[in-house]
């Protein structure tokens, strides 16, 4: 099983729509959460951190979901600039960090 | 401000011939990572050195693969021989050792084994 599973899509939604993507993760002594963004062509970036208490960073917001393990990112009110490829990512141990395959995302005008 | 510097950006090579990637981390930065990113498998870890010494290699395919860290500023990867199947983009990244730590990714290299 991998260590973090993530819907590849692609997610095709129109702007000003709000979207949700959800991974799950494998390993229940998972320390840190996080969201990366990667555009095309381009190296990830951080997005955002995830929290226990769940977390807003502007349009998008982060949740944690320690028993059923998984994690979810909200976007809403979707811009054409946020199309691009959104990565699920898991610290276990020290440095372990584990990233889903990906889930895209194109916001359609 | 400098970030993860990675060369070469792309490289298109023969099968069998040896492939050296280069990468400069951030400075002061003290976890040096090198992934590996395809469409099949996506981002998956090949090794990472803390202060310069290997802690994990276990991602790393076989032993075609290598990886160094001479110095604090400076690692390679090497793949020899290489295979059209080690056609990837293959990421360095840096971080710092604090709880809950970004790591930051280089541009990557783009290679292609023909």
């Known amino acids: 099983r991998k260590e973090v599973e993530q819907d590849p899509g692609p997610f095709n939604v129109p702007e000003g729509a709000t979207v949700a993507f959800n991974c799950t993760y494998s390993?229940?002594?998972?320390?840190?959460f996080f969201w990366y963004r990667q555009d095309c062509r381009k190296e990830p970036k951080l997005l955002m951190s995830?929290?226990?208490s769940g977390n807003e960073d502007g349009r998008f917001t982060a949740q944690l979901n320690r028993a059923s393990q998984y994690i979810s990112l909200l976007i809403r009110d979707s811009k054409l600039s946020d199309s691009a490829t959104y990565l699920c990512v898991v610290k276990t141990g020290a440095n372990n960090l584990f990233f889903g395959t990906g889930t895209r995302l194109t916001v359609i005008p | 401000d400098a970030g993860v510097i990675q060369s070469p950006r792309h490289e298109v090579t023969e099968m069998g011939q040896e492939v050296t990637l280069r990468c400069k981390p951030i400075?002061?930065?003290?976890?040096l990572f090198w992934y590996r990113q395809t469409m099949m498998r996506g981002l998956e870890l090949l090794i990472y050195f803390n202060n310069n010494v290997p802690i994990d290699d276990s991602g790393m395919p076989e032993d075609r693969f290598s990886a160094k860290m001479p110095n604090a500023s400076f690692s390679t990867l090497k793949i020899q021989p290489s295979e059209p199947r080690d056609s990837a983009v293959y990421f360095c990244a840096s971080s710092f050792l604090v709880p809950g730590n970004t790591i930051y990714f280089g541009e990557g290299s783009w290679l292609t084994v023909v």
């Open positions: 390993n229940s002594a998972s320390q840190s």
């Open positions: 400075s002061g930065h003290d976890y």
């Open positions: 995830v929290y226990s």
